[in-house]
């Protein structure tokens, strides 16, 4: 999910702490956010235990994607341009948009062959976010 994302929900979750707190939804960043550990987690099971959740039969799901284009281009000039980190981040391919694609797209053809993913720093960035849904077993699964 995007930080912009994380934010909205938190502020949704706590809108009066958020405020007092003087947060700003455009300035939350991951390592420092409000709402850290108390409306977030892994899988659908860790928040139905969380919040003490018995029946999810009276939820209802629903997904909220962002446009993969500009999902693919905002992290990469975030991840890749503007951030650039040391080690093999953007599959070492640093601010290549070429390379990283190349490179990219054969990590998740060959991840598509496995039973299961090996989460990364890119995969958790690039990849499509459908394939991240615990509600989809494989991203190659479905149509």
């Not at 018995?54 to 939820?59: H, K």
């Not at 991840?79 to 040391?86: A, D, R, S, T, V």
């Not at 976010?129 to 509600?135: T, V």
């Amino acid at each position: 999910m995007s930080t912009v994302m994380t934010a909205i929900f938190c502020y949704l979750f706590d809108e009066d702490g958020f405020q007092q707190a003087g947060r700003e939804l455009l300035k939350e960043i991951k390592r420092t956010r409000f709402c850290e550990n108390r409306n977030e987690a892994r899988s659908m099971r860790s928040l139905r235990w969380h919040f003490g959740i018995r029946n999810e039969d009276d939820w209802i799901h629903t997904m909220v994607t962002r446009d993969p284009v500009d999902r693919f281009l905002s992290g990469f000039v975030d991840k890749c341009i503007k951030m650039p980190l040391p080690g093999e981040y953007c599959n070492g391919c640093k601010a290549n948009m070429t390379c990283f694609v190349i490179k990219e797209y054969e990590r998740m053809v060959s991840e598509l062959k496995k039973d299961r993913f090996t989460r990364t720093f890119e995969d958790r960035h690039f990849f499509p976010q459908n394939c991240f849904s615990s509600s989809i077993v494989l991203c190659g699964q479905h149509q």
